[in-house]
T-cell receptor, first 114, second 114 residues
């Protein structure tokens, strides 16, 4: 099946620890995105990438890092510099041709701080 | 900066009845896209419907339809013949044409009473 997968579903982070959230898509989409959702709120953009080996900061990039070594993959690292990482993280992708304005989302990862 | 406002934190509807969710947005752009996403308890964001700003005709998808008023910057969602599976958070979102950042409203929780 074509789609976007995120793993793990739940992730626990200890103080001072870096953790990495996985996002993979087999839709052959060019662009990929990471959003953060806090309880009772909408989504906010962390980082996005339109092509391999290139990415841009979104509105709340501080304390996060990304890489885009393959078209299919866009992992997000939550670093120890992110002081309030507890949130729900959603990955999205979209094609840059055809239906190019629609972003499709993965199932999300819930990150909790121990 | 673009903003999206959903003024109804929660709406309740009887099964088989109709409910309308409000969304207003602020932008100086003339070419953009609007979306309604559904977020059920699983928390995955599911595209419900999308509207291109250059199209005067309101989009419809089965039981879901929109009332797009470009001059008023209003984009409401009507859910007809409501079903128990429609119970979820609904988010209105905006993106500029060729833009990368989806701007979300705060969401409206829809409760469906049997």
């Amino acid at each position: 099946d074509g789609g976007i997968t995120q793993s793990p579903k739940y992730l626990f982070r200890k103080e001072g620890q870096n953790v990495t959230l996985s996002c993979e898509q087999n839709l052959n989409h060019d662009a990929m995105y990471w959003y953060r959702q806090d309880p009772g709120q909408g989504l906010r953009l962390i980082y996005y990438s339109q092509i391999v080996n290139d990415f841009q900061k979104g509105d709340i990039a501080e304390g996060y890092s990304v890489s885009r070594e393959k078209k299919e993959s866009f992992p997000l690292t939550v670093t120890s510099a992110q002081k309030n990482p507890t949130a729900f993280y959603l990955c999205a992708s979209r094609a840059l041709t055809g239906d190019q304005e629609t972003q499709y989302f993965g199932p999300g990862t819930r990150l909790l701080v121990l | 900066a673009q903003t999206v406002t959903q003024s109804q934190p929660e709406m309740s509807v009887q099964e088989a009845e109709t409910v309308t969710l409000s969304c207003t947005y602020d932008t100086s752009e003339s070419d953009y896209y609007l979306f309604w996403y559904k977020q059920p308890p699983s928390r995955q964001m599911i595209l419900v419907i999308r509207q291109e700003a250059y199209k005067q005709q309101n989009a419809t998808e089965n039981r879901f339809s929109v009332n797009f008023q470009k001059a008023a910057k209003s984009f409401s969602l009507k859910i007809s013949d409501s079903q128990l599976g429609d119970a979820a958070m609904y988010f209105c979102a905006y993106i500029e044409a060729a833009g990368n950042k989806l701007t979300f409203g705060g969401g409206t929780r829809v409760l469906v009473k049997p």
